[in-house]
């Protein structure tokens, strides 16, 4: 079994990119949990919402059967998520962030253009947040690939990589 997480900020073609890999690859594509659960919430989401969205996205990463799983999303969006709004991180996504759910993170550069969308907050600063993520991937020492570029060189990158993992 191979577990990938496609990760990055805001509107960094996460989402496009997770469906074409597990398309291409036939693996399972898991859908981040975030976008759904917030638009139903009815609420101005909180602090503790983050470890919600978490325990469901682990619970649909763990749940899945498939040999090769691509994770639109992993605990390090919500690390910084919630770093970057509330100041700090809960124990349970250190937690998550810290255990090895992943054989693989896929980064996104955030090189493409920004789309509106009422669930992102961050269309001026997706340069510094991308910073981040690779800061804290490398801190982590978890094993990352950077995608950039048009979306094919983005979806062979990622496959290439993919490829090279032995289980």
Request: charged share 30%.
């Amino acid at each position: 079994m191979i577990r990938v997480a496609v990760t990055g900020p805001e509107s960094s073609g996460k989402t496009t990119l997770a469906q074409a890999i597990a398309k291409k690859m036939n693996g399972e594509y898991i859908p981040e949990v975030a976008r759904e659960f917030l638009t139903n919430l009815g609420r101005n989401y909180i602090k503790s919402d983050l470890n919600e969205i978490a325990r469901r996205q682990l619970s649909q990463l763990l749940d899945s059967r498939s040999s090769l799983r691509i994770s639109d999303s992993d605990f390090v969006v919500l690390d910084i998520w919630s770093k970057e709004k509330y100041g700090s991180t809960s124990s349970y996504i250190e937690d998550l962030v810290i255990n090895k759910y992943f054989d693989l993170h896929i980064l996104c550069t955030p090189n493409i253009p920004w789309e509106d969308d009422p669930l992102r907050e961050n269309p001026n600063d997706r340069d510094r947040l991308f910073d981040l993520y690779k800061e804290r991937l490398t801190e982590l020492n978890k094993p990352f690939v950077i995608v950039e570029g048009a979306y094919d060189e983005r979806l062979k990158k990622s496959c290439e990589a993919i490829e090279t993992i032995s289980i």
